[in-house]
């Protein structure tokens, strides 16, 4: 059974390649999903594929719509979804893809650093886990997926 | 028929009683649901009502989760969900709210400052209509829900 | 039981006023509802609210996303959907709405001249009736709603 | 993982097979499906296989039906629907089907020249993309499934 | 709380109206709702109102399709379903409708009389009680709304 | 793409077969699922495996609970779902089977003979295609899934 | 607005009624349900009303399905389902209706002593609030419903 | 045609494999899922991923809401779901899977022994089939999957 994890949020670290990399390490089955990652592309794909706009809202409306195509459908498509809230940026899109996957009832992992705690009460209280760092997201995906948990389940055949 | 409207995000104005206001005033069948908005009580209730927290990040889970029974039930409950983008804050909230307002399906309206489309043009992208105040947001019920545009449906019998 | 059945297609008739007074001459509990039909409100009401836009494309979108929160809210909301095609215009709203109203598993009621039948097919295929005018949709509520059919029901106590 | 798209609308010109050589040239990994586009075939599959009609009504009720299966199967199981709207007949059937698509939360790919925008800006308000061409249709694709947008990914390493 | 019960099937006895007089005796806050029960009005409305039809097929079909119209709408608003089941004729309309209910999640309720049992095992598998009488029918709905059990409740302040 | 067809009802002719040969023959990309056609296994499954029980109302409850996994999981796995009513028994299982599939959405395909057409007019006004033998079935399968049509799309590239 | 809160579980004190006590006093808009708790009523329901079984185990049976329907009714019509764990007995019936509750995306209160949390740790996992007393209960409501909570919302007009 | 089957409950026995190697002996093409079932690692993963916690409560929480990632999921996947209650502890979690299962409408068959017959009452009115050994599951699950009835259909030809 292979599982799929749509990674969203930040795009300015590699923390989905970290992510994709420590899984491989740990053989896990699982296929990672992801949103377009090229800030530029993902702003003006709009523009670049159905013509220019005048009106900064209108290029930014005909790039997001496009852009949802993807992330939508990505997040049905998904078993677990990751979201990561970066240091900087408002980034309200990764909030709006953890709202979107709660209201579909996808298990949702969130990683943020200590400082946005409070200002993510509401996010992290609809999250099966909240993470700080792509490894502790790798030992979840282990444990989730393989049901392997360092220091327990190697002592002794679990299963 | 009576509409049901959720106005959620921003908590330091008062634009959710501008557009109560302005509805009755226009004499609306809605009624207009909103998170619980004083500051304080919305941060403290998880330890007033079940017990303090040494640690303030389930402090801030346990009020989350009590105030997510409140919103999560009253945004499935609406026809219409409103979210306002205020000045200042993250507002993670608000955002949230939204994507779990759009992928229920509810049709949603946004309300922002022209700064901020940039930075919320993936919600703006959900939204059935983008707003910056709560004189439009009134104006849009009032089409929605009467069939009344000023200019055009006071010259005729419209229906 | 109060029944609600949205009136869907064709603006430039009283179709929807003959339905709602003969209903009322029955004396049926049902509630209806409808779309805009100020034909220039419905075309201008997203600029006339929201703004002027100089591209035209952009004008009909912000209208027609302000009656799509109508509209939308309205079929989900109505146990029976009737959709009129007219003599004019190519009405792929009316279409549209018959295919969303479909999906969602209401009971369509179609109302066309007999010149469309071969091009309204697949519509056609989709409803539960296939009428050609308002008498006939008030007969059919009659029947529905009541258990109400001339000349049969109305011989002896049916119920 | 491989998308599934379904191509609604249009029968009369080639313009499925323009965007599944575009979307092969590109090594898209997609499925395109469609319903069964030769005119007289889907005119007259229920007479043919179930006995004919005197009536022209029956006669297309049955046929109408039968392409349903397939048709209403294909759009549920797509990830992606495009409709194309040409230049003739009234094709109430594709506006239909995007209904029906959107009602379904399918992400909705529009597709008809300029001079139907006005007629179809209900259909394009519930599009995330209004498109005139294949072109435009594959390299949405290609964005959408791959993340390419030439001028922008192919300058560096978007993923 | 008002509760809203559909009684499907055999329409040659009065089971509905026993069903209703014992509910209204025990003070019930119950709707009952039910097909048209005129047999000869049921088989022609389709032709009654929509034109005659020579084909026999088409004259049931335009009649059972009208009669869908208030079945399905009324099963789909019931909080439970009673399915009575005959002595005579074969009733594949009541096992369709309990199939229907059964898919929908509604609790079901079946009536027959025992030399039907084997016969009716599917049926009976997918229902919540298993009755043969109207009185039984009221006891439940008794306990169901009310918590009343005869011998048991009345003994002592249950609530 | 590979569709699944549950084919439900009469188990005392070997129609099953007859459509999975003719499939194949077909060369059609389709696998059909079915009931438990053994008559005395499926009476006895509960009391074998489960234990033997002195009332026969229980004797086939235990049996038809256990089919009811079988035949469930299958109806919402299939993409179709055909039924057919045999010339004995009064086949309750089968009509139950139509109204489950129905109201799940399945596009549902029913086979009889002409005389029990009015006693099934409400099934066959849920069905899409109403047919009388396996070579009608294994012909709008052809259609369908592959857009075969003799004497239609042989004589041209229709795809 | 009113809201309805379902109370399930453990039937041996009043805390139901301290709870309807106390949310009359606060003034709160709720309606309260809950299963029937005469505990003999709730064994014998089955047998009373159906006929006797010699065999336990379908006593048992006949009477929760008859139980069934009233709660798995009110559970689905309920806006928040409150369940408490007593100090005796397995109480399965309690985390059956917790897990359908959950999976049905309802808020969940849960109840229970300190010396159970371990026990049930994936309930209260499931839970937006976890409880020891009908007052805390009556608390939670009070803010979730009204947006009242002393110390705070006394102090100032809070809305 | 692969069926998935998860097994929930009991983690002290090896019931799990005997249901595996059993149906693995029969040929069945059947993929099991499972809880992690080693206690330790369930009971701390929470603390040992993400960090510690001085109180228990939010200890168990942690962990329970990671294993929550897993068996919701599992469950969601799952085909059928088997439950089983064993000797000891109070097992709430088995009762929860089988509450959350029902109200997905997911197959539900429960193992348990004779004496808790009484106290599962409710679950077992749920399950469509009660079994009291891994025996009983292996030879539901080759009847459900492969129509296999020893004794029955291994004497003739059945499908």
């Known amino acids: 059974m292979t599982w799929t994890v749509y990674l969203s949020g930040e795009i300015h ?18 296929i990672f999903t992801r949103p377009v990652t090229h800030h530029e ?17 209108w290029h930014d409306h005909k790039g997001a719509q496009i852009n949802a195509i ?31 996957a709660a ?6 992992i969130v990683m943020h650093q200590d400082e946005h ?16 760092s792509p490894e502790q997201v790798v030992a979840i995906l282990r444990y989730v997926i393989d049901g ?3 220091g327990y389940t190697d002592k002794a055949a679990s299963r």
């Open 117 to 132: 705690a409070h200002a993510l009460k509401e996010v992290d209280a609809a999250a099966l886990a909240v993470t700080s």
């Open 70 to 100: 993807r992330t939508r459908s990505l997040i049905e498509k998904a078993d677990i979804v990751v979201v990561r809230f970066g240091e900087k940026y408002r980034q309200w899109n990764a909030a709006f893809d953890a709202g979107f």
């Open 13 to 30: 670290s590699d923390w989905r390649d970290e992510i994709a990399r420590g899984s491989m390490t740990a053989g896990l089955a699982v």
């Open 148 to 150: 392997d948990l360092p």
């Open 103 to 108: 209201a579909l009832g996808k298990p949702l």
């Open 41 to 57: 592309a993902s702003d003006d794909v709009g523009v670049a594929l159905l013509g220019s706009e005048p009106d900064k809202f």
